[in-house]
């Protein structure tokens, strides 16, 4: 059996969590390139998603080997590699939105596609947000620039499954204005 590039393509479970959302416009970090970037929390119990995610990054080695060696040698082991898939509870303990989660970070310099439960294109921005719940398509890639080397999550597609309570410090301006009194205002 051979290998394909298709093999490094993972779409989540629907109970997979977006924070850090900045998909309706490309932002640049640092003066890099533009990007659009998600952070996808997988719940540790989609054990169907997470050992996709696994077996996708081992495909993506696999064909990145040679991207992976650049001049040396030999190919640097997996193990020793910076990998996407991250543990919530070791990297984030006192966010309890990364609770009993893995979590990694996928992004893409063209505008994902982003549809809604029905397959319908979402158009309202306030649509999609930090705490959404839905499926993302991504794909692993193995990476060799300017001295570091490892394998990359690739963003191509998001589908909103559900709403969830909005990540973050933001509050909505109902919520800021409901217990203000107005009785200086009409003084």
Known sequence: ??????QTKVITGTNTRWSYVNVLEAKSINGGTPKFSVSLIIPK?????????????????????????????????????K??????????????????????NANATTKPGIVDSNLQ?????????????GRAS??????????NKGIACGLNNLQKIKDGE????????E???????????LA
Do not use: C, H, W
Not at 142 to 147: I, K, L, P
């Open 175 to 185: 919520n800021d204005f409901s217990t203000v009194q107005d009785d200086e205002f």
């Open 1 to 6: 059996m051979s290998i394909t590039e298709n």
């Open 83 to 104: 990998t996407p898939l991250r543990d919530g509870d070791v990297e984030r303990p006192d966010d309890e939105a990364y609770a009993n989660s893995y979590f990694l």
């Open 45 to 81: 119990s989609d054990t169907t998603t997470i050992e996709a995610i696994e077996k996708a990054t081992q495909v993506a080695y696999v064909l990145g080997e040679a991207k992976l060696r650049g001049n040396g040698k030999s190919v640097p082991k997996l193990a020793t590699l």
């Open 138 to 147: 991504i794909s692993f890639y193995a990476y060799n620039a300017q001295g």
């Open 166 to 173: 909005p990540l973050g410090s933001r509050v909505s301006a």
């Open 121 to 133: 294109p979402i158009l309202d921005p306030s649509e999609v947000y930090s705490g959404v719940y």
